[in-house]
């Protein structure tokens, strides 16, 4: 798609500083990183949301990820890895993608929410096995 951000950082018409690379994904640096080495796995195929990703594909960005995770604790020395994956709501760039954050003791990272508006397991459980 011409107007992707990402597509065009796979054409390299946009620069990133990419720490993996091979047919089907690039794994690049997040330029507003929340940790050190905080990176972003794309496919090359554009694909804007989990509902094209076809189980091949899957496959594979669990293969590199798997790969990738003791380069981070090795190289970076991080204490785990956490995965985010938008889609709609909440997905800035309509390109599917992971973001690959490295976590460390004391970085503060946290998942903030309004604890308010959740409703009781329950309820939750009602809706989603009717």
Avoid at 48 to 60: R, W
Wanted: net charge negative; proline share 5%; hydrophobic share 35%.
């Amino acid at each position: 798609m011409k107007d992707c951000i990402f597509c065009k950082i796979i054409e390299n018409s946009l620069p990133s500083n990419t720490i993996y690379e091979d047919d089907v994904v690039k794994v690049f640096l997040d330029i507003n990183p929340s940790t050190n080495g905080d990176s972003l796995l794309i496919p090359k195929k554009h694909i804007e949301t989990i509902d094209e990703v076809e189980e091949e594909l899957m496959n594979h960005i669990l293969k590199v990820i798997h790969q990738l995770k003791p380069l981070y604790e090795e190289k970076l020395n991080a204490k785990g890895l956490t995965l985010v994956q938008n889609n709609g709501y909440g997905q800035d760039v309509k390109h599917f993608h992971i973001h690959l954050t490295p976590r460390y003791e004391e970085d503060g990272l946290e998942q903030k929410f309004n604890k308010e508006s959740l409703l009781p397991l329950e309820e939750i459980m009602k809706q989603l096995t009717k």
